[in-house]
């Protein structure tokens, strides 16, 4: 069975950083991105990362702050999360699929369990 296990979550205050990492188990993805959820609110594309054509998508929220990059030796994705806001919390997941990237959340049939990450001011 092939898991994605997600880490790196954690506290920090605004302006802070992190990295997120998620590694697949198994496999590696030709689309693998991260994904948020904040409570009371509807998952979220953040960013996502394609092997065929090296496209990389950021959503317009984390523009210029965060960055997606993958490491297709060790089958890990990695989320550099900087200048980090209140509004960044939330459990943020990893997310793969085959095929070339589609920013559409039932495009993406593997989860983790998510990463909590939570900005305090």
């Known amino acids: 069975q092939v898991q994605l296990v997600e880490s790196g979550g954690g506290s920090v205050q605004v302006g802070g950083s992190l990295i997120l990492s998620c590694v697949a188990s198994r496999i590696s993805y030709d689309c693998m991105a991260w994904f948020r959820q904040a409570p009371g609110r509807e998952r979220e594309l953040v960013a996502s990362?394609?092997?065929?054509?090296?496209?990389?998508y950021y959503s317009d929220s984390v523009k210029g702050r965060f960055t997606i990059s993958r490491d297709y030796a060790k089958r890990t994705v990695y989320l550099q999360v900087n200048s980090l806001k209140p509004g960044d919390t939330a459990l943020y997941y990893c997310?793969?699929?085959?095929?070339?990237?589609?920013?559409?959340?039932?495009?993406?049939?593997?989860w983790g369990q998510g990463t909590q990450v939570t900005v305090s001011s």
């Open positions: 997310a793969a699929d085959w095929g070339p990237c589609r920013p559409n959340i039932a495009n993406f049939n593997y």
């Open positions: 990362a394609d092997a065929g054509s090296g496209t990389l």
